[in-house]
């Protein structure tokens, strides 16, 4: 049945949002975005031909209300929804909501979420179609005690996951029965935090796998596709980091089979529109059923860039009632993509989420990149959304081309004033295992370790920082003569006692290590020109409260200037005080003043970006003070608890 519209809303925000907004203007439909408070300037706003704003900042006030949603619709006269993908894209309720409003919900109808939004049930469907899958347990019997019995059954090493769940979120790897009752209680407390369900499942946990996706798209004329396969192994926490079309690990005829059994599933749930059949390809070439996510997925670019199709354009098509254009016969992959997500994160802290003011922000715009992305210069990143910033994607003849122009695309990008993963994506993308096409979902872990970044700044890098400390705080500086003026810096911990001195456009900087000279031209907005042993160099900079940030190419740096700062006290030497580590919100507290812990000890739980972060005791002792409660915001830094060292308790 063919169901016009004409005026699409799009009820998203960010990169997701923006990407929707391209093609819904240019298949000619009006546009409506909806804002929540905080993004009432953000770059989704500014594609829209209209804007409402629909709530607070926090997402159960905004983006997840599904009736401000519908209200918004039908104040502006839209009569389409278009979900994107996260928040409500999943929610069936939503997709009834939308449909009972006499609008149309771009997306499958709510019967085929339901049947694959609860992991459980959807393994129950899959094994009914024949579609192969982890042994595992997905009974409606979730005590303790059901659970550790059918761990012991189904055996070590095991997976306890959120039935509820995605993300990556409210999933635990348990190698054996030792961990599993510690792993069942913080699985269901992530799970009912993220999703408010905190039901479990339980899988064998495949060792070493690729994790593989297969795109399939379904229309109301019976007609089901797959477009191809996507790499999606490169991961941490369970997260995508990086991922490929087509995989490196699939042949014609693997992909042909599983192709074909991820249209078997679509197929088994009457599935119309876009969605992801996900599955763990083992070392012998074995794959089984993971999950369907009845949406668009965030990789959805590299798929578009081998198939030449616009995967939202199809989107809209299916929903209007038209039927594929395309048949199996003419999906054609041409060529390599790859794609990296730019998260606000720091890779060096265990992979900390990030806020504050992107104060200098030019995504690369190079043969073969492309950058989905919802940012202007001088946003803010905040605790309230996921740390992803921006999609980079590169295209090319072969894998190696895409991997090289991702590489000089990412290097190209510039992202200063808040923390990001970009050097940590390059260090992935030069990886010799990566580069040869074999990592799986260990990859970090097994290649990176703690060690994500390069360790110290090059003495060039140094020196321009000490030269755009003294520029900034002391002017201009022309002396007639050399003069040796002191300044101290301090990069990822490490005080730098300097020397500059400067004679014409010349700059002379001495440390403990030797001497370095730097011609500096006059720096353009955010771009210093300078040369070192006569070589012609250029730096993006920026400088705000922070310091002084520095894009060397493959790593970004940012310095303090210390030079007149005070002196650092020492009255939290004992380690006893307990800072935030990120802005967030303060999920649970597990002790309370008087109790003795000891080190390693969970005191708080933080929660930011929708992912949970322990606050472990650093000594043992006795907890003297809590400095807030359950619910309180918290900033960067702040102080929430204290403990007493155990010798200092009388």
Request: hydrophobic share 40%; glycine share 10%; with cysteine.
């Amino acid at each position: 049945m063919f169901r016009p519209f004409r005026k699409v809303l799009v009820a998203n925000r960010g990169e997701i949002a923006c990407r929707v907004l391209k093609t819904a203007r240019a298949k000619g439909f009006s546009t409506v975005a909806v804002v929540s408070e905080v993004d009432v300037d953000a770059r989704h706003a500014t594609l829209a031909d209209e804007v409402v704003v629909i709530g607070p900042a926090p997402v159960g006030q905004s983006y997840l209300d599904a009736k401000r949603i519908i209200d918004a619709a039908e104040r502006t006269g839209a009569d389409a929804i278009h979900p994107g993908y996260g928040f409500l894209s999943e929610r069936a309720e939503f997709a009834e909501a939308c449909v009972n409003a006499g609008l149309v919900f771009i997306g499958p109808a709510a019967a085929s979420i339901r049947a694959m939004g609860d992991k459980s049930e959807s393994k129950r469907r899959m094994i009914a179609a024949g579609v192969p899958c982890i042994p595992g347990y997905e009974g409606e019997d979730e005590s303790d005690a059901r659970l550790t019995q059918a761990a012991n059954e189904v055996g070590y090493p095991i997976m306890v996951k959120a039935s509820a769940g995605g993300g990556g979120r409210g999933i635990r790897l348990v190698n054996g029965p030792e961990d599993l009752a510690a792993a069942i209680v913080s699985a269901r407390s992530e799970a009912k935090n993220a999703f408010g369900d905190d039901r479990l499942l339980l899988e064998r946990a495949v060792v070493e796998p690729r994790h593989i996706e297969i795109q399939v798209f379904g229309d109301t004329h019976g007609n089901v596709v797959h477009l191809g396969e996507r790499d999606c192994s490169v991961q941490r926490r369970h997260q995508k980091v990086v991922e490929e079309a087509p995989s490196p690990a699939v042949d014609p005829a693997l992909r042909e089979r599983m192709g074909s059994a991820a249209v078997q599933a679509a197929r088994a749930i009457d599935y119309v529109g876009a969605g992801t059949v996900e599955f763990l390809l083992d070392q012998d070439g074995n794959f089984y059923f993971l999950e369907m996510n009845t949406r668009l997925q965030v990789e959805h670019p590299v798929t578009e860039i081998v198939t030449g199709l616009d995967l939202v354009a199809l989107q809209f098509d299916v929903a209007a009632g038209r039927a594929l254009p395309i048949s199996q016969k003419d999906v054609k992959l041409q060529g390599h993509a790859i794609e990296v997500r730019l998260y606000a994160e720091d890779a060096d802290r265990d992979f900390m989420p990030q806020t504050g003011k992107l104060g200098s922000w030019r995504p690369s715009d190079g043969v073969g990149v492309r950058t989905d992305h919802g940012l202007l210069a001088g946003a803010t990143i905040t605790q309230y959304y996921d740390s992803m910033i921006a999609k980079v994607i590169s295209g090319g003849t072969d894998r190696e081309e895409a991997r090289r122009r991702l590489v000089r695309g990412l290097r190209e990008t510039r992202a200063l004033g808040v923390v990001t993963n970009k050097s940590f994506l390059m260090r992935i993308l030069e990886d010799e295992e990566f580069k040869q096409g074999a990592a799986t979902t260990g990859f970090i872990q097994r290649r990176f370790g703690e060690q994500t970044s390069a360790t110290h700044p090059s003495p060039e890098v140094i020196g321009l920082a000490a030269i755009l400390a003294v520029r900034t705080s002391r002017g201009e500086w022309q002396p007639s003569a050399w003069v040796n003026h002191p300044v101290r810096l301090e990069c990822k911990g490490e005080r730098l006692d300097l020397k500059v001195a400067k004679r014409g456009r010349e700059w002379q900087v001495n440390s403990d290590s030797g001497s370095i000279l730097i011609t500096l031209d006059e720096p353009e907005t955010g771009i210093a020109t300078w040369s070192s042993n006569k070589v012609l160099k250029e730096a993006p900079f920026y400088i705000d409260q922070d310091g002084i940030w520095i894009d060397a190419g493959d790593e970004i740096w940012v310095f303090r200037d210390i030079t007149y700062a005070p002196p650092e006290t020492n009255s939290a030497s004992s380690g006893g005080d307990l800072h935030a580590p990120m802005v967030g919100t303060v999920a649970a507290i597990h002790v309370k003043p008087g109790d003795r812990v000891v080190r390693g000890a969970v005191i708080m739980v933080i929660e930011a970006m929708k992912m949970e972060h322990s606050v472990l005791a650093k000594i043992d002792g006795v907890v003297r003070a809590i400095s807030c409660s359950v619910g309180t915001q918290v900033s960067n830094k702040a102080l929430l608890a204290s403990i007493e060292p155990e010798n200092d308790v009388i």
